[in-house]
C-alpha cells in the first residue's frame, strides 16, 4: 500500500540503499502505516528491475512472488494472533492451538535463524520483517539479538514497532532508526474522504490522528459499538456498558472508550478542548480534572491487561466501578 504522507520516510529509505545498515527499525505511533511502508521497502530490496524514480517494478519475478506472499527470500514474523494466513493442519486429527499467541515466540526467531543461515534464492538479499517487534518476548528478543550482533551477509532485518520503548535497549541500539509521524491532519482527511468515509475528522480525532485507525474505527460494526459505549457513558447506564462486552475484543474497545472518555473530560474540566470527540466541547468545566485523569490513567493500565485471558464482563464491570460519577 502506498499512502501518500509516506513520501518524505520512503525517499529516505531509498537513500539507505546504497549503503544498507543490517537492521533497520521503523516506529510510531499506531495506525499511520509503518507496515505497509515496511512491505513497499521490503518489495523494493527484492525487485529485479527497480525504477530510475525509485520504486518496485511490480512485474519482475521477485515483485510477483512478494505480493502473492511466497518470496523465498522474504520471512515475515509476527504473532500467531496477526498471521494473514493459518496453515491447514499436515496431519488429519492433528489438534490447533485453542487460541493462537498475542507475542512472538523463539521458535519462529530460531525458525528465522535457520533461514537467514542458507543462501539467497535468488542471488540477492535476504529479508527478514518483524512486526510489532514489541510483542516479541524475552527468549525470542534475545534469540533475536544475536543474529543483530553478528548478521549473515546479505541479510536485512527490518523491525516494525509501535512502542520502542519497549525493546530491548541492546536491540534497539542495533537498528538503525527510522521515526514516522502521524500525517498532518489536512492529507489524513483528504485520504479518508478518498476512501469514502464520511464524519472523517470524528474518527481522526478519535484514533489521535492515525488515519489507518480512523478507518478502522469509521467503518462497519467497530463504529455501532463506539456509538453505543458512548452513549450508554453519557447518560451513565454503566449496567448497559458491561452488556454490551461479550469477547475479549469487546473488553479492549471499552477500555479504550473509557480511557479516551476521561481524558477528554479531564481537558475540559482543566479549560482545554478535548481530544477524541468523545464529548461535547461546550460541556461545562469541573474541578475534577485530576479524578479523570487518574482514571484514564488506570485505564491506560487495563488497557494491557484485557489482552490476557480473563472473564471479559467480569473486567469490566470491575473497570467500570473505578469510573467517576
Given at each position: 500500500?502506498?499512502l501518500?504522507?509516506h513520501?518524505?520516510?520512503?525517499e529516505?529509505?531509498?537513500r ?6 543490517h ?10 502505516g509503518?507496515?505497509?511502508l515496511?512491505?513497499?521497502?521490503a ?7 527497480r525504477?530510475?524514480s525509485?520504486?518496485?517494478c511490480g ?6 512472488w ?7 527470500d ?5 504473532p500467531?494472533?496477526l498471521?494473514k494466513?493459518?496453515?491447514d493442519d ?6 490447533r ?5 498475542s507475542?512472538i515466540k523463539?521458535?519462529q526467531?530460531r525458525?528465522?535463524?535457520?533461514f ?6 535468488r ?8 512486526h ?5 518476548n524475552?527468549h ?7 543474529s543483530l ?5 546479505g ?14 535497549p541492546t536491540v534497539r541500539s542495533?537498528c538503525v532508526a527510522m521515526?514516522?509521524e ?6 489524513a482527511?483528504q485520504w479518508?474522504?478518498a476512501?469514502?468515509l464520511s464524519?472523517g475528522?470524528?474518527w481522526?480525532?478519535?484514533a489521535?490522528?492515525?488515519p489507518?485507525r480512523?478507518l478502522?474505527y ?7 459499538a ?10 451513565g447506564?454503566r449496567?448497559?456498558?458491561?452488556g454490551l462486552?461479550?469477547?475479549?475484543e469487546d473488553?479492549?474497545?471499552?477500555a479504550?472508550v473509557?480511557?479516551k472518555f ?6 475540559v474540566?482543566a479549560g482545554a478542548s478535548?481530544?477524541y470527540h468523545?464529548?461535547?466541547?461546550g460541556t461545562?468545566?469541573?474541578s475534577?480534572a485530576?479524578?479523570w485523569?487518574?482514571f ?8 494491557a491487561?484485557?489482552?490476557h485471558?480473563?472473564?471479559p464482563?467480569?473486567f469490566a464491570?470491575?473497570?467500570l466501578a473505578?469510573?467517576?460519577?
Amino acid at each position: 500500500m502506498k499512502l501518500p504522507w509516506h513520501q518524505k520516510s520512503w525517499e529516505a529509505l531509498v537513500r539507505l540503499v546504497d549503503k544498507l545498515p543490517h537492521a533497520l527499525l521503523i516506529h510510531g505511533t499506531p495506525g499511520i502505516g509503518k507496515l505497509a511502508l515496511a512491505e513497499r521497502f521490503a518489495q523494493y530490496l527484492l525487485c529485479e528491475a527497480r525504477t530510475s524514480s525509485g520504486e518496485p517494478c511490480g512485474r519482475c519475478d521477485g515483485c510477483r512472488w512478494f505480493v502473492a506472499g511466497s518470496h523465498p527470500d522474504v520471512r515475515r514474523i509476527e504473532p500467531e494472533i496477526l498471521a494473514k494466513r493459518v496453515a491447514d493442519d499436515e496431519e488429519a486429527g492433528s489438534q490447533r492451538p485453542a487460541k493462537p499467541s498475542s507475542e512472538i515466540k523463539i521458535e519462529q526467531v530460531r525458525e528465522l535463524a535457520d533461514f537467514l543461515a542458507l543462501g539467497s534464492h535468488r542471488g540477492r538479499l535476504r529479508v527478514a520483517l518483524v512486526h510489532p517487534a514489541e510483542d516479541m518476548n524475552a527468549h525470542a528478543a534475545n534469540a533475536l539479538l544475536k543474529s543483530l550482533e553478528e548478521p549473515p551477509p546479505g541479510a536485512v532485518f527490518v523491525l516494525v514497532s509501535h512502542r520502542p520503548a519497549r525493546l530491548l535497549p541492546t536491540v534497539r541500539s542495533r537498528c538503525v532508526a527510522m521515526p514516522m509521524e502521524a500525517p498532518a491532519s489536512k492529507a489524513a482527511l483528504q485520504w479518508l474522504g478518498a476512501q469514502g468515509l464520511s464524519d472523517g475528522a470524528r474518527w481522526l480525532a478519535f484514533a489521535g490522528g492515525a488515519p489507518l485507525r480512523a478507518l478502522k474505527y469509521g467503518r462497519g460494526t467497530q463504529a455501532e459499538a463506539i456509538d453505543k459505549m458512548l452513549a450508554a457513558i453519557a447518560s451513565g447506564r454503566r449496567a448497559e456498558l458491561a452488556g454490551l462486552v461479550e469477547a475479549r475484543e469487546d473488553l479492549q474497545l471499552l477500555a479504550e472508550v473509557l480511557q479516551k472518555f476521561a481524558l477528554d473530560k479531564a481537558l475540559v474540566a482543566a479549560g482545554a478542548s478535548p481530544r477524541y470527540h468523545t464529548i461535547d466541547p461546550g460541556t461545562g468545566g469541573s474541578s475534577r480534572a485530576r479524578e479523570w485523569l487518574a482514571f484514564a490513567r488506570r485505564m491506560g493500565s487495563d488497557r494491557a491487561l484485557t489482552s490476557h485471558p480473563l472473564n471479559p464482563k467480569l473486567f469490566a464491570l470491575e473497570m467500570l466501578a473505578a469510573m467517576p460519577d
